[in-house]
Nanobody
Framework: HVQLVESGGGSVQAGGSLKLSCVSS????????TGWFRQAPGKEREGVSG????????YYTDSVKGRFTISRDNYKNTLYLQMTNLKPEDTAMYYCAAQRGGSWYPLISRPQDNYWGQGTQVTVS
């Protein structure tokens, strides 16, 4: 039974930073690629960042490149998203996602196959 639990969201002023965490259980973490999606009110869920099962390959959507850093600790079964220089347009519910396999690509391109966390709210004013 795959479980993903996010934390670290909150309210910050523009230019501030937050670090999201996602702790996983119920599966062999190192066999799954993982990543972050977000959904703002009235908008579709979008893939923000992905990381391969090994942690060696990463993906970022253009709007967060240079500001967000994804990482994972396979010993702690934990995924992270360090967010800096936050902008109001980053305001959204952020979801942790996982999919069996090594590459991040299907995580981003086929989100219907993902496991999902419950989400953590990020608000930038």
């Amino acid at each position: 039974h795959v479980q993903l639990v996010e934390s670290g969201g909150g309210s910050v002023q523009a230019g501030g930073s937050l670090k999201l965490s996602c702790v996983s259980s119920g599966w062999t973490y190192a066999m799954y690629c993982t990543g972050w999606f977000r959904q703002a009110p009235g908008k579709e869920r979008e893939g923000v960042s992905g990381i391969s099962a090994s942690g060696e390959a990463t993906y970022y959507t253009d709007s967060v490149k240079g500001r967000f850093t994804i990482s994972r600790d396979n010993y702690k079964n934990t995924l992270y998203l360090q967010m800096t220089n936050l902008k109001p347009e980053d305001t959204a519910m952020y979801y942790c996602a996982a999919q069996r396999g090594g590459s991040w690509y299907p995580l981003i391109s086929r989100p219907q196959d993902n496991y999902w966390g419950q989400g953590t709210q990020v608000t930038v004013s």
